[in-house]
């Protein structure tokens, strides 16, 4: 079944707490050279059927109402992906 | 339904309460993951009026003169904080009737995450700068004391007030933090310290009305003597013995018995 996916990202001014103590710790553990991490978040929306234009402006609608706070967050991809097989 | 909360003995060191204050109904919604709503039913009956006990999954307000979001987990914190929450059936109805002006609403930590993201409060909250769980009594400002839950205070006094949340970070843009200085609208500012990172040392908001407010502390844990914080910013106080939440709950109750 085809899913939609959606990916939302702490805005790039909001500081992201998690995202820096993440960054902290790959040192420690020998992965240096990452200047920065920053911590999102991806959904997937699988779909009975066909995907389409409705369903589409369906999930963009969820992305920005539910599954992302405009204030701290923003929507960075809502993409149909196909199941390989 | 008026919930009985029993009072354990008279710890209470508060002068007699005025027993009109009794006909005011606040209600206090509980969600899945709700933990303070009973101390907030409590507190309400330690200030003299009567607690009304909401689902979140009802579509009735019972006739309340007032609401409280308590804190907790709502949702277990899904998602967002308070972010599932804001679409309960009863958040409908307390956004309808806050949003003009007429219903005070007082969001507690995880009440005031939910005001936020039901667009009744601006901002948002984040996770606390230094990534720990909070738990400790916080010194707190009162800068505003016009708001519905603030008026037994007078502006610029001190309160002690418990804390404890993990996502307690206020954050708005600048315009907005901006607005919300200019219009009065900061109601509670941390004092000795901004303990979580909170823009502008914010720990409580009010609306553009003043009959919703939020703030990330605890006012419901510090309003019988003998269960509340050691220390008091209105003098000596015996061990757990600080009640300088009580007057949120008196102001609302004093506002709508006078109204």
């Known amino acids: ?85 | 339904m008026s919930v009985e909360v029993p009072l354990i003995g008279s710890l209470t060191d508060v002068d007699a309460v005025d027993s009109n204050l009794s006909g005011i109904r606040v209600g206090v919604v509980t969600f899945p993951g709700s933990l303070d709503d009973r101390d907030a039913l409590r507190a309400v009956r330690l200030a003299g009026g009567t607690g009304v006990a909401l689902w979140h999954a009802d579509h009735d307000l019972k006739d309340v003169d007032a609401v409280i979001i308590p804190g907790g987990f709502s949702y277990g914190d899904y998602l967002r904080a308070g972010a599932i929450s804001r679409f309960a059936p009863l958040m409908e109805q307390i956004t309808a009737a806050a949003s003009g002006g007429s219903l005070p609403v007082l969001g507690i930590c995880n009440g005031f995450q939910v005001l936020t993201e039901a667009h009744l409060l601006p901002g948002s909250m984040i996770k606390n700068n230094h990534l720990h769980f909070l738990c400790r009594d916080q010194r707190l400002a009162v800068e505003n004391s016009t708001t519905a839950w603030t008026s037994s205070y007078s502006e610029g006094s001190e309160v002690v007030i418990p804390m404890k949340n993990q996502d307690g970070q206020f954050v708005a843009d600048e315009h907005t933090l901006d607005e919300l200085e200019g219009e009065g609208r900061v109601v509670f500012r941390y004092v000795g310290g901004n303990p979580n990172g909170s823009r502008r040392d914010i720990a409580g908001i009010t609306n553009k009305h003043g009959n919703v407010v939020g703030l990330m502390p605890h006012p419901e844990h510090a309003v019988e003597a003998g269960f509340g914080p050691d220390s008091s910013a209105f003098g000596e106080v015996d061990v757990r013995g600080g009640v300088d939440g009580l007057g949120i709950f008196t102001s609302v109750l004093q506002k709508l018995v006078n109204k």
């Open chain 1, 1 to 85: 079944m085809p899913r939609i996916v959606v990916d939302v990202m702490p805005k790039p001014e909001i500081l992201d707490p998690q995202g820096k103590a993440i960054a902290g710790a790959l040192p420690r553990l020998g992965f240096t050279g990452f200047a920065e991490v920053r911590q999102g978040k991806r959904f997937e929306l699988t779909i009975e059927g066909d995907v389409t234009e409705e369903v589409l402006e369906h999930a963009r609608s969820a992305a920005t109402t539910l599954l992302s706070n405009p204030v701290i967050e923003d929507v960075t991809r809502v993409e149909v992906i196909e199941d390989a097989q």
